[in-house]
């Protein structure tokens, strides 16, 4: 369990499923677009603290968050990217439509983990809302992310290596193996 899955559990969301009633996918973001403080939700003072501060110039390039009610190999919920026309803040749950995964692996020393990070499209979106699966985001895009996510695993101290780009099947398929993941934790 990484040292972020005290800090991202969700246990004290229960109320709120990884689906609303429509199929959408609820996000609660954590870190806003543009912020170089990471923030993170704390489940044991219901609080959204700052966790990490990234080096001067970078910052996340969209919202970021997790899906509630999940719970990924990390050990902490699942993560999302959110696509949206403006960015949102902590603890601002945002209903989306998910277009695809980014399959990937981080390393902290010797141990390799799995680290996916859904990509999803926020409901009330109008720049974003033609977008349906991760093959309509152009490949120089998907590569920046890639960098990002690199770039910002090697601040923070591990690797991060991109294994694949799927599409909202495998996306969905990864939910509701998370969500298995957190009920039988529970």
Do not use: W
């Amino acid at each position: 369990m990484s040292s972020e899955s005290k800090l991202r559990g969700g246990a004290n969301i229960p109320s709120l499923s990884a689906f609303d009633r429509e199929g959408n996918l609820t996000v609660i973001i954590e870190t806003p677009k543009g912020s170089r403080n990471k923030y993170a939700y704390d489940e044991k003072h219901r609080v959204f603290m700052l966790k990490k501060v990234l080096p001067e110039g970078m910052v996340f390039p969209h919202d970021f968050g997790f899906v509630p009610s999940t719970l990924a190999e990390d050990g902490d919920p699942l993560d999302v990217l959110v696509l949206m026309d403006y960015q949102a803040f902590p603890g601002c749950v945002v209903l989306a439509r998910v277009i695809g995964v980014i399959e990937g692996q981080q390393q902290e020393e010797k141990q390799k983990v799995r680290n996916d990070r859904l990509i999803a499209v926020a409901c009330p979106s109008h720049t974003h809302s033609d977008l349906r699966h991760i093959n309509d985001l152009n490949n120089s895009f998907l590569k920046q992310l890639e960098t990002f996510f690199e770039s910002y695993h090697q601040a923070t101290g591990s690797r991060y290596k991109t294994l694949n780009y799927k599409g909202p099947k495998r996306a969905l398929q990864l939910v509701n193996k998370s969500i298995k993941a957190k009920e039988q934790q529970t």
